[in-house]
């Protein structure tokens, strides 16, 4: 079983940064690729983006591309998803969950089954 756990969420205005994290116990980080994912009220969940488990191929949606970058310290078992210059659309409870990391991970319709996932962390972009 692979615990994840999510942090870093808040209330920031429209073109604001937060990076949020994401950590595990687990010492074999290293074996998991990891995506992040996000939900909207009265919205599918959306795949965000998505790293290997070596850190040395990403993917990311359309959404937030040039805006948000995936990276990944398996050394202190820590993901994180830098995002800048958000938007209000940005708004939504984000997870981080272990699972593959293709180009069909991330979108709005990902067809991608991950294995574990976080609780999630909560991110408004308001004025």
């Known amino acids: 079983q692979l615990q994840l756990v999510e942090s870093g969420g808040g209330l920031v205005q429209p073109g604001g940064s937060l990076r949020l994290s994401c950590a595990t116990s687990?010492?074999?980080?290293?074996?998991?690729?990891i995506g992040w994912f996000r939900q909207a009220p009265g919205k599918e969940r959306e795949g965000v983006s998505c790293?290997?488990?070596?850190?040395?191929?990403?993917n990311y949606a359309d959404s937030v591309k040039g805006r948000f970058t995936i990276s990944r310290d398996n050394a202190e078992k820590m993901v994180y998803l830098q995002m800048n210059n958000l938007k209000p659309d940005d708004t939504a409870v984000y997870y981080c969950?272990?699972?593959?990391?293709?180009?069909?991970?991330?979108?709005?319709?990902?067809?991608?089954?991950?294995?574990?996932w976080g609780t999630g962390t909560t991110v408004t972009v308001s004025a």
């Open positions: 790293i290997s488990p070596s850190g040395g191929s990403t």
């Open positions: 969950a272990a699972g593959p990391c293709t180009r069909a991970t991330v979108g709005e319709k990902t067809s991608v089954t991950m294995d574990y």
């Open positions: 687990k010492a074999t980080l290293n074996y998991y690729a």
